[in-house]
């Protein structure tokens, strides 16, 4: 237990659908990220909260909204998503935002788009 | 910009095994050098650091060596447990990342008893 929760633990939705995945951490951490893990490809950051302020969003497509409504909470609001946004969706989270911040990540959301 | 190489899985051992999983890395500035660790059905988990040039990072028998001058942290462990079973990943994190982790893509491992 890492002090990250993520839910749902899997998600299967058709490529019309809204969905919204949810990430909770309770370690009083500042920052908190979402990360995309596809196979045979390295984790890619998608967004970077810090003190409840998006401060990074890597050319992520608009169909992937963030939310971070307090300190403790990250959504990502997905809709219209295609076949190839498959993937796991990890959230973490760190103290602050710094080259030597150890991250916690939640076990992720497995998301499949039909 | 910043990357992170890692030597290409799955690897395969038998228990009590030496384990070596490369990682090379590029970067701008003088990076932080991680290995995280996933076990199945979970997230990511912090292994070992090194934040600069000689450090040895440590911890659950796992060794690594920050080298500047091959630009490596290569992971080691004298005795490999099935219980290691996972998969492995390199990240460095410095000033052009903007102290973003940027990672490899992640070596599996599987340890046969």
């Known amino acids: 237990e890492t002090g990250v929760t993520q839910t749902p633990r899997h998600l299967v939705m058709g490529m019309t659908n809204k969905k919204s995945l949810k990430c909770e951490q309770h370690?009083?951490?500042?920052?908190m990220y979402w990360y995309k893990q596809s196979a045979k490809k390295p984790l890619e950051l998608m967004f970077v909260?810090?003190?409840?302020?998006?401060?990074e969003n890597n050319s992520v497509p608009s169909r992937f909204s963030p939310e971070c409504p307090n300190s403790s909470h990250l959504f990502l609001h997905l809709h219209t998503l295609q076949p190839e946004d498959s993937a796991l969706y990890l959230c973490?989270?760190?103290?602050?935002?710094?080259?030597?911040?150890?991250?916690?990540f939640g076990s992720g959301t497995q998301l499949s788009v039909l | 910009g910043d990357s992170v190489t890692q030597m290409e899985g799955p690897v395969t051992l038998s228990e009590e095994a030496f384990l070596t999983i490369n990682c090379t890395y590029t970067a701008t500035g003088y990076p932080s050098l991680f290995w995280y660790v996933q076990y199945p059905g979970e997230g990511l988990q912090l292994l070992l650091k090194?934040?600069?040039?000689?450090d040895k990072g440590s911890n659950k028998g796992f060794e690594a060596t920050y080298r500047k001058e091959t630009t490596s942290f290569h992971l080691e462990k004298g005795s490999v447990q099935v219980s290691d079973s996972a998969v492995y990943f390199c990240a460095l994190s410095d000033s052009g990342s903007q102290g973003n982790l940027i990672f490899g893509k992640g070596t599996k491992l599987s340890v046969k008893p």
């Open positions: 909260y810090s003190l409840e302020e998006r401060v």
């Open positions: 973490a989270s760190s103290q602050n935002r710094g080259t030597n911040e150890k991250l916690f």
């Open positions: 090194a934040t600069k040039a000689d």
């Open positions: 370690l009083g951490h500042n920052a």
